[in-house]
């Protein structure tokens, strides 16, 4: 099993920024995904951004990109996703998960280790 841990959210005004990070335990393996993933209030869970394990290759929703940076430490078995320029449309419950198929690393169909989720809100 592997365990995930998201912390970091909380309450911003429009324009702030905020740092997500999701400490990975437990099973290893030899190469995969790990992606940020958000729900909003009656509406279904997205894709956010993902970053391959080894070769640190990133995936971006085209509604974050150029404000949102995912990134890893190795060292410390955690990706981060520093977000910018928030706007309340990014206001959701955030999560990370593992994807160890790594074939359409942007579906949330295909990522099987999920954690509890960290809640973001924007205010304008």
């Known amino acids: 099993q592997v365990q995930l841990v998201e912390s970091g959210g909380g309450s911003v005004q429009a324009g702030g920024s905020l740092r997500l990070s999701c400490v990975a335990s437990?099973?290893?393996?030899?190469?995969?995904?790990i992606g940020w993933f958000r729900q909003a209030p009656g509406k279904e869970r997205e894709f956010v951004a993902t970053i391959r394990w080894r070769s640190g290759t990133t995936y971006y929703a085209d509604s974050v990109k150029g404000r949102f940076t995912i990134s890893r430490d190795n060292a410390k078995n955690t990706v981060y996703l520093q977000m910018n320029s928030l706007k309340p449309e990014d206001t959701a419950v955030y999560y990370c998960?593992?994807?160890?198929?790594?074939?359409?690393?942007?579906?949330?169909?295909?990522?099987?280790?999920w954690g509890q989720g960290t809640p973001v809100t924007v205010s304008s």
């Open positions: 998960a593992v994807d160890i198929q790594i074939v359409r690393v942007t579906s949330s169909r295909e990522y099987e280790y």
């Open positions: 437990g099973r290893t393996f030899s190469n995969y995904a």
